[in-house]
């Protein structure tokens, strides 16, 4: 698999307001969108081009914590997981389709 530093989300990001108050984590819609952003970019590919096929979140991202992304070819598409310190927090499928 390629990897790629995908992300640090610091204690003043504006999700963490509500995300939850007392115990926050970056939102799971966060983690992904940065991770297509990534992978679109890696790919040469419109963000809008991108589909996700399945998603599944592990574990919780505290602030600070620094995401890696790994991500390999696969019949189906782009196979990605997101890690930190080399522990996973979420996989799934991407497949790359026409751009609307």
């Known amino acids: 698999m390629a990897d790629m530093l995908l992300a640090e989300f610091g204690p003043e990001h504006p999700a963490f307001a509500g995300h939850f108050p007392g115990d926050p984590m970056v939102p799971g819609a966060l983690l992904l969108d940065a991770a ?32 890696r992304l790994a991500y390999a070819e696969s019949p189906a598409g782009l196979d990605f997981q997101l890690a930190v310190a080399g522990a996973a927090v979420a996989a799934g499928l991407v497949s790359v389709v026409a751009a609307r």
Do not use: D, I, M, N
């Open 36 to 67: 297509l952003a990534a992978l679109a970019k890696r790919c040469g590919v419109p963000y809008e081009a991108l589909q996700v096929r399945s998603a599944k979140f592990l574990t919780p991202v505290r602030p600070g914590e620094t995401v």
